[in-house]
């Protein structure tokens, strides 16, 4: 039933009640219109229940079976329902999809941090400088040694330009060059000379390699630094000592070798003048022997093919019989050599020959490195259980620098070739000897004033 015919009955209704106001008691025509909106209104009841009130009470009763449904766990039938249930499932799948690839990332991620750790952990073990940038040279990683070598704090410089934490322009360049490379680059190694803080230069190996990605774009820079100021030095040392060795033994060569063809030519005249070219010949092939030892002997001593013939030393005699062979030439430079051995002094265990050889040196050393007149002084005592040691001298003295150097194979410090010959293998021998005793060695010196090497020996009783 349309809307309209509601209103008309219900329009009559109100019109014959206005009428029958206004008409008072003879209103006649407003009962018949009273009337007629009455039978309207009457007539339309069953389609006003069919139109509103049933669909509200379905309406009504499919909410309270939906209800029923929710409160009983059942299934809520119908074809919106069906719909819902239906858009429902698919963002629970959805959901459950989501879910699936969050814990996917959350693994991956996890992966990643772990070997992002993995790879932190190897870069602070290494023991040369490492620096990682990004393709924006942007520090993405560094080493402790890296921060040390070149004064930043890595906490702090980490996610900022390279060029802010280091002040090494040459590699802030280098670093920039490669990855501004659009294809991949063989690893590139140059040489550079560094001054940090401190002032002292050293020179440095700087390997840079890119890190590419499988499109073949630079993701960033692995630079590793290597101080090579070491290796520089022994280059340096190894060349010298090659120029040395072949000075020292060409030098008794060359007199041994003069005074053969005298002889031979007949230059020596009478027997005394034959018998000092002689001397001079067998002086000269004994100083060759012992160079030739020496290097021999160092040589073994390193390879560790020597073995100690250890027995109980008396460390009196073994000073004893060194004063008695080095008197001689300290008597050449009129140097005072003297002694002074505590009877309470502890044997030790030892081998006679290594330790004479180890004390020979030394006093040698003393003598070739005191300018003439002056004084040389071999103090042993007991200290508990330890045989001390000291060769003092009023020598030149050894600088703080070249103190650290003195015991390394075929050092010699700037200027010796001037005051004495030498090859720079005494010490490190005799270092190697004590070693093998289980004693050490030091050193104490002032420049021109002295020095005084320190030998400690465990003692026995
Ligand atoms: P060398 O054959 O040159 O003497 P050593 O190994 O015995 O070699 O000594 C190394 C360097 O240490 C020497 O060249 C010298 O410069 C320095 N040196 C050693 N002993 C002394 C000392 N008593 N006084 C000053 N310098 C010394």
Not at 180 to 204: A, F, W
Not at 215 to 235: F, K, M, N, S
Not at 317 to 322: M, R
């Amino acid at each position: 039933m349309p809307v309209w015919v509601y209103a008309l009955g219900l329009a009559l209704v109100l019109a014959g009640v206005v009428c029958s106001f206004i008409i008072a008691e003879g209103g006649g025509a407003a009962a018949y219109l009273a009337g007629a909106g009455a039978l309207v209104l009457v007539a339309a009841v069953p389609f006003f229940y069919i139109d509103v009130l049933k669909p509200i009470r379905k309406l009504r009763c499919e909410a309270g079976q939906f209800a029923s449904a929710c409160l009983d766990g059942g299934i809520w039938k119908g074809k919106q329902i069906d719909h819902v249930t239906k858009g429902l499932e698919d963002i629970r799948n959805e959901l459950s999809e989501s879910r699936f690839r969050i814990r996917e990332l959350e693994t991956t991620t996890n992966v990643f941090m772990a070997e992002k750790q993995q790879t932190e952990a190897v870069l602070k073990s290494l023991s040369v400088p490492v620096l990682v940038t990004d393709r924006f040279d942007d520090l993405i990683m560094a080493n402790d040694v890296a921060g040390g070598l070149f004064g930043f704090d890595i906490e702090s410089s980490r996610g900022k330009p390279i060029s802010e934490s280091l002040q090494f322009t040459e590699l802030v360049k280098l670093i920039g060059e490669t990855s501004e490379r659009k294809v991949k680059v063989p690893k590139r190694v140059v040489e550079l000379s560094y001054t940090g803080d401190d002032g002292v230069p050293i020179e440095v190996r700087v390997s840079l390699s890119s890190i590419i990605d499988p499109a073949g774009e630079i993701l960033g820079v692995v630079t590793v630094v290597q101080d090579v100021t070491r290796d520089r030095e022994v280059d340096r040392m190894k060349s010298e000592f090659v120029a040395n060795v072949s000075h020292e033994l060409k030098t008794p060569l060359t007199s041994i070798q003069a005074y053969v063809e005298m002889l031979v030519d007949g230059d020596a005249a009478d027997e005394e003048t034959r018998h000092s070219f002689y001397s001079i010949i067998e002086t000269e092939s004994s100083r060759m022997r012992s160079m030739i030892e020496n290097l021999l002997n160092l040589s073994r001593l390193e390879a560790g093919v020597i073995q100690l013939n250890m027995e109980k030393v008396s460390l009196h005699k073994v000073i004893e019989s060194v004063l008695e062979v080095m008197e001689p030439h300290a008597e050449k430079k009129e140097i005072k050599l003297e002694k002074d051995i505590s009877p309470y002094l502890v044997p030790v265990m030892g081998d006679a020959g290594y330790l004479k050889r180890v004390f020979i040196n030394l006093v040698s050393n003393a003598v070739k490195y005191t300018p003439e007149k002056g004084n040389v002084k071999v103090v042993a005592r007991r200290d508990g259980e330890t045989a001390r040691v000291d060769i003092v001298d009023t020598g030149y003295g050894i600088s703080e620098e070249d103190r650290e150097k003195v015991f390394e194979k075929f050092y010699r410090v700037k200027g010796s070739s001037d005051k004495a010959k030498g090859t720079g293998l005494g010490l490190a021998m005799v270092k190697k000897i004590v070693e093998m005793h289980h004693g050490s060695i030091d050193v104490e010196s002032e420049e021109e004033k002295g020095s005084k090497f320190q030998v400690a020996l465990p003692g026995v009783s």
